[in-house]
């Protein structure tokens, strides 16, 4: 039972072009959606975040969609940049202990 | 990352073995997860510990799971009788000062059993 769905395993954008990734979910519940970064031998790094009671934050060339009537969230960077390829995880989270429930990730690749 | 060192980062044993993993933060948080990620999978949940709460152990997969925290500090997640999938990568988190869910994560411990 996947609460947090991540449909597109890859994604491969060229420089300066837009990414964007898809995250769906299904638990009702969740009052709280992240983003996380990954870089191989490395642990996932915070990139973005939103509540529930907003349909859109941004942060620099991040910008994080968040539809609740389609429980459906996605991440958008522009301008991508090579060093923004990465497996990029969406989290969401309810209430007081803050456990995450992640997706499985989607692979960007940004060709130069 | 900066704020959490696992160690080791990488360890292969054989099947039927234990194996211990720590989690050392170098300052301190009250919040400190444990998680996996196996192979094509996301990162599954495993123990939570909040100060001096009883932790919560609702993500650990078997009884040959088990984990504590000593003096609010270091952690060991312990892996009796290792089973070929419990091969992961375990990945250790304290909850961040960038808002309330930005986790600073450990760069895991890689665990083969063979």
Redesign the interface.
């Known amino acids: 039972d996947q609460q947090v769905k991540q449909n597109s395993p890859s994604l491969s954008v060229q420089e300066g072009r837009i990414s964007i990734l898809n995250c769906d979910y299904t638990n009702s519940m969740f009052d709280y959606f992240l983003w996380y970064k990954k870089y191989p031998a490395e642990g996932p790094t915070f990139l973005i975040s939103i509540s529930s009671i907003k349909d859109k934050n941004e942060d620099g060339r991040f910008t994080v969609f968040l539809n609740k009537s389609a429980k459906h969230l996605s991440l958008h960077i522009v301008p991508s940049q090579p060093g923004d390829s990465a497996v990029y995880f969406c989290a969401a989270s309810w209430g007081s202990n803050y456990k995450l429930t992640f997706g499985k990730g989607t692979l960007l690749t940004v060709n130069p | ?1 900066a704020g ?1 060192s696992q160690s080791p980062s990488n360890k292969v044993t054989e099947k039927g073995k234990d194996v211990e993993l720590r989690c050392d933060p170098i300052s301190g948080h009250t ?1 400190l ?1 444990w ?1 996996r990620q196996s192979l ?6 495993l123990i ?1 510990f ?1 100060g001096n709460s009883a932790p ?1 152990k609702s ?1 650990l997969p078997s009884d040959r799971f088990s984990a504590e925290r000593t003096g609010g500090s270091v952690s060991t997640l312990t892996i009796q009788r290792t089973q070929q999938e419990d091969s992961a990568v375990y ?1 250790c ?1 304290l ?2 000062d ?11 411990t890689r665990l083969t059993v063979v």
């Open positions: 990352g959490v919040a997860y998680y094509g999978q996301g990162l599954e949940f939570y909040q919560d993500g990945l988190a909850k961040g960038r808002g309330a869910y930005g986790y600073t994560f450990g760069s895991g």
